[in-house]
């Protein structure tokens, strides 16, 4: 240590006992590591600050110092073990009662905040939180999937009909390990579902968009529609236009409660593609002076 | 450690040392009925002489003791919360 001890107080070559001591104080009430424990920095400063104030509040090695007959190197401490290098330890000084109020039953902040006891802990095991992606089908209809872990483990998950994007299902016991006899945690796992080419789901419902030809619109028909359980036969009644939602009862998503919601089916009237002289030549034929735009023009 | 080189390591002497304990400032183990000084009881004597130093009266060391160590308790939950919290996973795995 090679620091003037003067300039490391702060105080003047003629300061007295009194000021020594006082700038002794203000400093060591800031850089004391017991009282600022965290922060790594005051500790050096705080060695420094004291081999100063040992050096210069005893008058007989003050005045040595004064008279060059010792440096302030002599005035150096031995290694010192701060109190806060132990006081986060289990010592027998450990005093957890601070926080007694913020313990609620058997929550985790109880769990860590019974200190010195934490080597016995009942400790539950954490939960563990995977993403499983399923189509759209599998979401709406359920079934069972056998998963793989990270670890290697499988599990099998019963996916019930009807699971949401988002969903969380919870298997008790299959998360990580308790501590202790502590019970094992939870394997939690978020549904993400998949989006489908044909359908959409609108809570038990679901959407499709059918499209029909012009004579099924004009003169009824019936046509086969996909549904989640597979393709039924549906009456398009005669005169049906593109938007004419047509409702298939309970062909949407099953609920837990055994019942189901609905298909809506809303029909779109499409020409062929490639033009057919043959409709034109008949449509040519319409005589009817129909405007659907009558009510834009009103 | 014993008596006598815990006062000469804590550079205090006996009769302080004796009230100390007697205060209940320091908490010695006991081993066949001698007392038995642990570092973390050396690093607590050289605490509260430097409170002593700082001109903090005997009225007001266990205050500041306990809330000292009631400090620390705080942050060794906190360390631990920390800690629970930085071994979760950032994000769900994908199965």
């Keep these: ?298 | 450690m014993q008596t006598r080189e815990f006062v000469l390591q804590a550079r205090i002497d006996a009769e302080e040392l004796d009230r100390w304990i007697a205060a209940g400032w320091l908490l010695p183990r006991e081993s066949d009925a001698v007392p038995d000084y642990s570092d973390v009881d050396l690093a607590r004597a050289l605490l509260i002489r430097d409170l002593q130093n700082l001109g903090v009266n005997d009225e007001s060391v266990p205050i500041v003791l306990d809330l000292l160590d009631q400090l620390h308790g705080l942050r060794r939950a906190l360390r631990g919360v920390l800690a629970t919290m930085k071994a979760q996973p950032r994000e769900s795995p994908r199965l």
């Design chain 1, 1 to 298: 240590m090679a620091a003037d001890p003067y300039a490391v107080l702060g105080v003047k070559k003629d300061a007295s006992q009194a000021d020594i001591q006082k700038a002794y104080r203000r400093l060591a009430k800031k850089l004391h590591p017991d009282l600022n424990p965290g922060d790594k920095s005051a500790e050096e400063r705080f060695k420094e600050l004291s081999a100063a104030y040992d050096l210069l509040s005893d008058a007989n090695k003050r005045a040595q110092f004064d008279r060059g007959e010792i440096d302030a190197s002599g005035a150096e401490r031995p290694t010192q073990h701060f109190y806060r290098d132990f006081g986060e330890g289990a010592s027998s000084y450990a005093n957890d009662s601070g926080f007694a109020d913020l313990e609620g039953g058997d929550d985790i902040l109880s769990r860590l905040f019974r200190g010195a006891g934490r080597a016995h802990a009942r400790m539950r095991g954490a939960d563990a939180r995977y993403r499983l992606e399923l189509d759209f089908l599998d979401s709406v209809n359920g079934g069972e999937r056998q998963i793989t872990l990270p670890d290697g483990a499988s599990l099998d998950v019963k996916i019930p009909a009807g699971a949401r994007d988002g969903q969380i299902l919870r298997l008790r016991g299959k998360g990580g390990p308790g501590v202790g006899d502590g019970p094992p945690g939870d394997a939690l796992i978020e549904i993400a579902v998949r989006s489908h080419r044909l359908f959409a789901r609108e809570g038990d419902d679901i959407r499709l968009e059918l499209p029909v030809s012009l004579s099924e619109a004009v003169l009824g028909a019936k046509v086969r529609v996909p549904t989640p359980s597979g393709a039924v036969t549906m009456t398009v009644p005669k005169g049906s236009n593109t938007g004419t939602a047509l409702r298939l009862r309970g062909k949407g998503v099953r609920r837990a409660d055994g019942g189901a919601g609905d298909e809506l089916v809303t029909l779109k009237v499409v020409l062929p593609e490639k033009p057919d002289p043959e409709l034109e030549r008949f449509v040519a034929q319409w005589p009817a002076a129909y405007n659907p735009r009558e009510a834009m023009e009103a």
